[in-house]
C-alpha cells in the first residue's frame, strides 16, 4: 500500500461499501459508492462477460439487473493492495465468490474467483469509484 494512510484508510472504507452495497443487494449504497455530477459520463463498469459499459446511468442499470437476479452472494477479499496517487487511487484484489440459488431444491452453492482492478477519485472530501473492471479466473487442469 502507498499513499498518505489518512487516504489509503478512506479508500479501504469506500472499496468495502462496495462490496457491502453488493453482498446486501443496496442500490442505493451501490450509487453513494460510484462517482457522480461532472464524472458520471467518465464511469467505467466490466462485468466478467459482460461488454464494457460507461455512463452512471449504465452503470448502475447494471448493478440493479445484478441485484435483482442473485439472492445470495458473498466475497472473501485477498491479495488487496490499495495505491494512492494524490486525488486517484488503485485498487487490486482478488475476488473469492460464493454464491447460491434459493430457489433450487439444493440451494445450490457455487465458487469461483475473479481479478478486480478499480479507480477511485476525491470528490471534495469523498472518495468515489470511477472503474471496476473484473475478470474470472480460469482454473487449469492441475488446480481442479
Known amino acids: 500500500m502507498s499513499g498518505d494512510v489518512r487516504d489509503v484508510k478512506a479508500v479501504e472504507e469506500v472499496h468495502a461499501e462496495f462490496y457491502q452495497a453488493f453482498e ?5 449504497q451501490m450509487s453513494r459508492v460510484w462517482a457522480e455530477g461532472k ?4 464511469l467505467v463498469c466490466v462485468h466478467p462477460g459482460w461488454p464494457m459499459l460507461r455512463g452512471r446511468e449504465e452503470v448502475l442499470r447494471s448493478w440493479a439487473l445484478i441485484m435483482a437476479n ?11 493492495e490499495i495505491d494512492v496517487y494524490g486525488d486517484q487511487a488503485v ?3 482478488k475476488e473469492n465468490v460464493l454464491t447460491a440459488d434459493e430457489d433450487t431444491e439444493t440451494g445450490f452453492l457455487a465458487g469461483g474467483s475473479i481479478v478486480a482492478s478499480k479507480v477511485f477519485i476525491r470528490d471534495g472530501a469523498d472518495w468515489r469509484l470511477l472503474l471496476h473492471h473484473g475478470s474470472p ?8
Open 39 to 42: 464524472h458520471a459520463d467518465a
Open 91 to 93: 485498487v487490486t484484489c
Open 137 to 144: 479466473i480460469l482454473s487449469t487442469a492441475e488446480e481442479e
Open 24 to 28: 446486501v443487494g443496496d442500490l442505493d
Open 70 to 80: 442473485t439472492s445470495y452472494i458473498q466475497f472473501v477479499l485477498t491479495d488487496v
